[in-house]
Antibody, heavy 119, light 107 residues
């Protein structure tokens, strides 16, 4: 079971970025997936959740309206489209698998991809 | 929004000693409470789910207890590899919320 994030980098304030998480070793479509971030030297912050089917999505207030979570079950891939990026979005972004179709703890984590928002 | 409060922020413990970490929810989360361990430069790792069920491969020295609003993670005899940051997280309600973390350091 493996999750591999990519797509991080340096972006200017107001810019956009799309993160990708490639999943392997499990039946991707049967599990909800999340994005969790960690600002430098800070704790964990849940960002977004998507059900196994992709029909249900949830967002933290801090990113609602700016970030969009999606998935392509045919490609075993999770995405996070980020727009209107701010300095406070600077963080390591982890994708994490939940333990069931719609809920449960985060039982598998990727190694993270770093997003830096700076001019 | 539920607030998850972990205490203490830092716990200094000698190897072989017992460590007790607390997590308090501002409202009941039933037993939908997980504990994670994070070492420097690494992703978090699930230790405990359902407040008291060890995840696959987690050593028996880790145990969780509690329900409702008060939860405890106990490490019965600290090993060198256990010095890390520990987070609790509720998954009963949206938004999902993590506690601020407890750093377990070598005394």
């Amino acid at each position: 079971v493996q999750l591999l994030e990519s797509g991080g980098g340096l972006v200017q304030p107001g810019g956009s970025l799309r993160l990708t998480c490639a999943a392997s070793g499990f039946t991707f479509s049967t599990y909800a997936m999340n994005w969790v971030r960690q600002a430098p030297g800070k704790g964990l912050e849940w960002v977004s959740d998507i059900s196994g089917s992709g029909h249900s999505t949830f967002y933290a207030d801090s990113v609602k309206g700016r970030f969009t979570i999606s998935r392509d079950n045919s490609k075993n891939t999770l995405y996070l489209q980020m727009h209107s990026l701010r300095a406070e979005d600077t963080a390591v972004y982890y994708c994490a698998k939940r333990s069931s179709f719609v809920s449960g703890p985060m039982d598998v984590w990727g190694q993270g991809t770093t997003v830096t928002v700076s001019s | 929004e539920i607030v998850m409060t972990q205490s203490p922020a830092t716990l200094s413990v000698s190897p072989g000693e017992r460590a007790t970490l607390s997590c308090r929810a501002s409202q009941s989360v039933s037993n939908y409470l997980a504990w994670y361990q994070q070492k420097p430069g690494q992703a978090p790792r699930l230790l405990i789910s359902g407040a008291s069920t060890r995840a696959t491969g987690i050593a028996a020295r880790f145990s969780g207890s509690g329900s409702g609003t008060e939860f405890t993670l106990t490490i019965s005899s600290l090993q060198s590899e256990d010095f890390a940051v520990y987070y609790c997280q509720q998954y009963n309600n949206w938004p999902l919320i993590f506690g601020g973390g407890t750093t377990v350091e070598i005394k």
